[in-house]
Every structure is written in C-alpha cells, then in structure tokens.
C-alpha cells in the first residue's frame, strides 16, 4: 500500500492457481491495480485517489456456455469459492441446451508490445503529482485563469492462466504496464474554457506547465465570441475530437458481434469505399505511441488489425464467442474485453488513424472560408448505431474559421452526423499523430487511447446551440 | 469489522482534522440470454476498505482491498500521506455539522435474489427470451436478470459508527429488428438494462417479462417500416423512462452543488443553475415540483445514511417550478452557508470516495388525471417512449434525447407509430413549458442503471418517480 518500487509480478502465478482450483477447460485473467490520481478544480485540490486492489476472472466453459465468476480476494479458499461459482453458473445454463462457445485455446506468438513499463511511473509518488498541479496552477494564475483537472499515474499487472488439459504451448503469461495521463482545462472570467492532455506510459512525459499554457491560451483568445446557427460547415478537428470520433466509430463498426449479428454499420459493406481515400484506420497494439498491449481479455496475442484501407472497410475486430458466431473462418483478433466475450462483444482499444500531409492544424485551416474549429467533443452518444450516427457538444475550445484562419471564440454547438460520413468528407489530415486518452478510468483501470491527427472534413453537420 | 474502523478513526483523529472509513462488501450476479441462448452467467464478489482524510483542506483517499489490520492501517497511512502531499487549502470551511450516525439499516425484500435457483432465474429469461422470437424479422433477443447486495459499515472520527445492507434487484427484456441500412430497438420495461428497485426476487417476476415480450417484438418490427419522426415544434408528451431521464439530465445534474460550484468542471462539467438562486430561480412552470428524496421505498437512491453518515430524508430541489434546494454533501453545503448537508454522498463500492450524487429525484404527481386523460386533453402533439440516446452539454443546459419508439397524438387519439423519434431543447425553457403533469395514481419509479460522474469514474444506481407530463412547443425530429 505504499507507492514504493515495483514488486514482483505475481498476476500470473495468482491466475495459475485460480484455473487449477476451475479445473479443466478453464480460463483465469488477473488485473492488479495500483493507482494514484490527484484532481484539482479552480487552482486548488479536491479529491485524491489511491487505489490497491486485485480483479481475479474465472471463466468455465461447459457445452459451450461460459459461467463466469470474480473476487478480489487471492487466497486459496477464495479462489476456490470463486471457481464454484463460475462452475455452477455453467452447469445451470448447460441445463438449457447447447452453447455456441467454442472453448479457450492457445493463442499464436505473433507480436510483442514494448515499452510497457516504467519503474519510475510505478512509484505513484504524491509529491510529483503534487508540483505537477503547483506548476499547472501557476501557469494558470500568470493568464488569469482558473486551472481544473487531474493528474494520474497507475502500475497494472496482469496475467492469465488456462486450466490442465490445454495441449503444449504457453499456458500463463502476464504483463506490467504503467500509465500517465493528465489533463487541464482553463477557465477564464468570461466563462471560455480550454483543454490540454498528455497520456503516456511514462509520468515524466507529463509536462504540466506546457498543458496549461495551451488551455490557457486557448481559454482567452481575443475576440468576442460568435455565433452560427444550425447547418453544415467546414471543420478542423483537433485529435482530441478525431479521437472521440475514432472511438465511437469502433462501437458502431468495428465490433465483431454486432456485425456477425447483422447489427454493424459494416455489415454487407465490407470490402466497400466507406471513407475517403486518405483513411487508413488500424488497431495496432504495437504502434510507438500507444499504450501497448500484449494480449486481450481471453490471452489472444494482440497484432495490427487493419480496419479502414486506403477508405475501404477492410475488417472488424472479434473476440472467441464473436468470431465463433460469425463463422466462415473468422478466428478471434485479440480484442476481448472480458473473458468468454463481453455482453457489449469486443473492441479494438489501441486504434491508430495515419495522419497526412498537413503541417499543422493551422494548414488545414487555409483552405476554409468560413467554418469551426474544434478542439474536443462532448457527451458524445450514438444515436443510430448502424448509421454510424452520432450526437455530441463541441466543448473547450471552439472557434471561428474565418478566410483560411481561427478569427474568434464561437459558441459551442451540438454536432449530430454520421462518423463515417465524416470520414468520407475528410479533405486533409495532419502529418503528427496525437496519443488521445479521455482518462475516463471506470471500475478496474483500463487505460487506452486513440492515436490519431488533426482533420478537415466538409460539410459536417450541427443541430443546435450547446453550452 | 466495526472494531477495526473505530480504532482506525482513533489513529486518524490526531493527525487530521477529519476522517471516515468505509469498508464495503458488494455482490452482482448478472444473468441474459442473447438468441435464446444463455449469455452472461455472471456473479462478481469484492470487499475492502476505502479511507478518507482531511488535512490542512485538502483531501486524501485510499482504498485496499480485504479486512486485514495492517493493510487498513496502511491505508490510513496512504491517505493521510496523499493528502499532506497536496497544495494545501488554507480558505477550507468546515463540514456542515452533522450527528454521529449510529445503528443499522437494512433495505426490505420477500425473497432473497442470491438465494433462488439459478435454473429458475434461467427459465424466466429463456421464456422471455423466447417470447421475443414469435416475431419474424427480429434479429437480436435479449432478457436480463440483475442482482445487487452491498454490506456498509461506516466510521468517522466525529464518532459515527453504522451498518447499511442494501438489496436491489430486477432486469428487462430488449428486440432488435434490422432491415437493410434500419436498425430499430423495442424494449421493456425500459432500455439500458430494464427496471431494478430496492426489493428482492419479487420484483423481478412482477415485471412479467415473458408476458411483454411478444409485444416489444411486434413493435420492433414495426418500427422498421413506421414513418420517421417529422422535423418541427410540437407538443410532447413524455412517460415513464424518458421522462426520468429528462429529469435526471436536466434537474439532477444541474443542481449537484459539486457542479454548481464548479468542482466537476474537468470532467462531469459545471452548471447553469447559480449558487445564490435559491428562492429566486425560475427553474419551471409552476407545474414543476421536484424532490431529492433517499426515502422512496424501492428507490435505488434510498437509504438510511448516505456514504459520509448523514441521514438520507427528503430534500424538496423546485417548488412550484423555482428553485428550492442542492444535492448537497456536508462540504459543498457548508461554503454556501446551509445549515445541513443534503445527505447525496454516495461512492461505487471501496475503491471510491463518495462525491455529491443524486438520491430519487422524483417528479411530483399533478393533476390532470391518467396518461389516456393527458392524450385526450391533447388536440396535436407526440408521445415519446423508452430512451435509445441521449446527450446534453456540460452546463446541463442545451439536450437532445432520442426515444425508441413515438405515437402520433391527433385530436385526442393515440395515432401512428413513429420510429425515430428525437427532440431538443434548453432546460429552463423546457420545464417552463410544461402544462400537464399527471395524478399520483399513474406515479412509478424508473431505474438508471449507469450514471456515471467522477475521477476517477464512478457509476451509480439511481431511480427516478415521475408521473407522464406534456410539455408544449418542443422542437420534434433533430437527429
């Protein structure tokens, strides 16, 4: 419980005894978390988070269901009382007929992530979060602005085990990985507000005075703030907006068991021009800039997947139960999210969008006689999954492009459009490709992000006012 | 457990200025059939302590996981380590006094969720299930089964020492029907995991699922070839799920006092409603009476104290559409000058500290009589049901929700199915427009399975009660 050096892993050692105890057939997956996130709001703290604790997954296949069990205690009785759990749970749905699970098997050795640890992150020191917030609020003070946000760091260990039986091959495994993210948004006495993030595996990359510095300047741009009303516009997305898009496309398209079950927005289009030609969109597990990843939630090696080619649907990304589903010699592409598949099916979580030609956010502006800039999107919702339509707020930075350049602040608006329509009216990408994490850390810590650029698209389309 | 906390509150007391210890013991079991076939067979257990301290105004909070001494008093020693760290917060108020919380609570139910047959929770499911395949064109089935325990004892150095057990349950049945580029969804008895309340296994068979389902089936494929939702201003008429929801986006949030004071700015975002508007704020129409109420029986937002050991009781947020109330913690309330915390400190589970949260925000009943009473009085309008999305900007002010399934209103009659249904609007101007609520007797509590605030993030159970309410020139076919 202290934020001292980094133990020894012991993620798979605990996964070994958890499938033993589940017997043959089985799967175990532990996650363990060591967390630490200081949050700020005005300049000053609010809350600090420190966080020690375990998730151990069992899944017990039985005639093709999968009962599944949790704990987050690892002594050898509990472990036992969660594999009769999940051993019961598969006996009570096997009662009920054949399941279409095909079972666990050993994934091939393909590809391994890099860099996924760094022993100075796993310190979880305080003190260095806490002159991170003293240097954002300083920063902020010399714009007269307020500085909100958070500052976290996490050590993660996970690893996976199967039950006896499986033949040959490696049957546990485990991975440590840190991650860093801190984000600052400034808000200025008139109310406009900006953003800045930075997400990495390291916590020195995490420059706290840089990122207030951006939404500072961002919070108070001169120039009275205007208005459009409803209607289509030229857009220059920053890659926190390309990001969000990027994600929200994922849920729509690329999960494998909404499309083996007719319900993906690429279902009959596979193969299609779905998106402009410069898009080339791919889950790269591997990619220099993502939060590397060795294997999924089902021990599946993670490799590049590519998703969009050259604007053409190229695949979409399965878990065991979804690629069983879909048939045709689908086999899993290593993006479980649970064991046995997650109810929602899986997702690609290391997306990577090839940036382009541009020089810079500023060049893709050139070109727009009048349009929006936007910096990020919020409370984005997909409205029609298999039309890839969405709805969010622009949020944090919203301006006007006026004669090839950001003239003003203009009030934030609600986009409501399709994301692959979007992609299909992208005019230019940017050369630099951005690490965009929300760092949204929901029940266990799963820290991933969008790799992506700056775009232009035409024509995109705004329903409202917003903010 | 209670002995341990005490003496953690005793080491705590000489080294901050205030602390609280909360161990926690949490069980799900989820169960669905997807296609007839059985889907999520999952039963998750955790328990561990959670530590919060106050030092020099800034807060520190730990969590470990188990009961183990060393391991709490580690975290203790975490906590207070994390806090001291911080930039220190000279200007911090003192909490709002509250009494030491004493004694023990435990929620009602006839039948205990986790102690019924897994294979009779099955056959329910497999029954609905199968209830939503009599329909040809549907392409994905789903029933849900939900149970939830949560054992709290909770400690403070001002003495509090209490014990919460907590049991909800309930699930729902959904169809999709897909045709070509149109997908459309039907389900009951709402989206996003159906109905849950402060009960036992009771409540789950009284949803009758199997019951419903040839129906939602039938309206799912229905759907497909319905008209869609026409663009322009009309009269809407909200029921049930989507109405909570419209209380819960527009009301609820905006008078989280964590977000009107601008704590909430980086993630959940900030408020329209200002902190001085008590008494003053038009919020509605006069129609428009809302409560913070931890007291509604079979509310997921109900309980005896909230997660810093102040008594939940009915807290009244607009009365007669102006603005009466927070939800409040015992912090937020102090630096406006309220004599008392509203109670709404809730946390998910022990990981998490308790932030300022929405208890049953409930829509008061009014008196225009039944749902068919409020169509009949309606010459020209739409009633939208089940919510399929939602979105509304970090001021809680400009919203757009999409609903599952719209009913024409012409003279008085319910007419043509509509798919695609969406409206728009601001949230003041919204309530304001409100004209109709109707009698206690069509009042029911609607469950939100997933409300997510918080860094890190934080997911609660809350419950809405609301009657159906029409709402005039409301901007209809936005998305």
Known sequence: MTGGPARDIVADEIAARAAERAGPDSFALVTLERSLMLRFAAGRPTQSTAIDDVTVEIAVPFHGHVGRASTNAVDDAALAECAERAKLAARAAAASGNGDFPGFGEPDDLVVARDTFDPATAELDPASGAAGLEEAFSVAAEHGVEAHGIWTVAEQEQGWALGDDYPGGQDAEAERRTDAFMKVICIAPSGRSGYAASSSVTAADLDAGALAEQAARKATAAGEPAELPPGEYPVVFEAPAVGWLCDLLAGCAFNGLAHAEGRGALDGKIGDAVAAPAINLADSPAHPRTLPRAFDAEGTRKWPLPLIQDGVAHGVAYDIRSAALAGDGAVTTGHALAPGGDAAGPHPTNLVLAGGGAADEAELCAPIERGVYVTRLWYANVVRPKETLITAVTRDGTFLIEDGRITRPLRDLRLTDSVLSILARTTALSRDQTLMSDGEFYGRRFAYGVVCPALRADAVRFTGAAG | ?479
């Open chain 2, 1 to 479: 457990m209670r002995d341990l906390l005490t003496e953690l509150m005793d080491s705590a007391r000489a080294r901050a200025g205030y602390a609280d210890a909360r161990f926690v013991r949490s069980r799900v079991e989820r169960l669905s059939t997807r296609n007839g076939r059985l889907d999520e067979l999952d039963s998750h257990e955790s328990e561990g302590i959670g530590i919060r301290v106050r030092v020099r105004g800034a807060w520190g909070f730990a969590a470990v996981r188990g009961t183990e001494r060393a391991d709490a008093e580690a975290a203790l020693a975490r906590a207070l380590a994390v806090a001291e760290a911080q930039p220190a917060v000279p200007d911090a108020g003192p909490l709002a006094p509250e009494p030491p919380a004493r004694g023990e609570w435990s929620s009602g139910f006839e039948r205990d969720p986790f102690e019924v047959p897994l294979e009779e929770k099955l056959a329910v499911l497999v029954a609905a299930d199968a209830g939503l395949r009599t329909e040809p064109g549907v392409n994905l089935t789903r029933a849900r089964f939900s149970g939830f325990r949560t054992e709290t004892t909770f400690a403070s150095t001002e003495g509090a020492l209490c014990e919460q057990r907590v049991t909800e349950c309930g699930g729902g049945i959904s169809a999709v029907a897909v045709d070509r580029g149109e997908s459309q969804i039907r389900s009951y008895p709402a989206s996003h995991g159906g109905h849950v309340e402060q009960a036992g296994y009771e409540h789950f068979l009284k949803l009758e699922l199997p019951g419903h389902a040839p129906r939602v089936a039938a309206e799912a494929v229905a759907l497909l070839s319905a008209p869609a939702c026409p663009h322009g201003r009309t009269t809407l008429l909200l029921a049930g799920e989507q109405l909570g929801l419209q209380v819960h986006e527009s009301v609820g949030h905006a008078v989280e006092l964590d977000r009107v004071l601008g704590r909430e700015a980086s993630y959940a975002g900030t408020s329209f409603v200002p902190a001085d508007g008590i008494g003053s704020m038009q919020f509605g129409s006069e129609l428009v009476n809302v409560t913070a109420d931890a007291t509604s029986p079979g509310g997921l937002g109900s309980f005896r104290w909230d997660d810093e050991g102040v008594e939940g009781r009915p807290v009244p947020i607009l009365r007669d559409g102006v603005l009466r109330g927070f939800l409040s913690s015992r912090e937020t309330a102090s630096e406006i000058g309220l004599d008392r915390s509203g109670g709404c400190m809730r946390a998910d589970g022990f990981t998490r500290q308790p932030i300022v949260r929405m208890t049953n925000v409930n829509l008061e009943a009014g008196p225009a009589g039944s749902l068919d009473d409020l169509i009949a009085a309606t010459d020209d309008g739409l009633l939208i049901e089940t919510n399929r999305s939602w979105s509304i900007d970090n001021r809680r002010l400009h919203f757009q929700f999409e609903g599952e399934a719209a009913w024409e209103i012409k003279g008085g009659e319910r007419g043509r199915l509509l798919r695609n249904p969406s409206y728009a609007g601001v949230t003041p101007e919204f309530w304001g427009s409100c004209d109709a609520v109707c009698s206690p007797s069509e009042w029911r509590l609607i469950s939100l399975l997933d409300c997510g605030k918080g860094e890190p993030g934080q997911v609660m159970r809350v419950s809405h009660g609301s009657a159906p309410a029409r709402f005039r020139d409301v901007e209809v076919g936005v998305a």
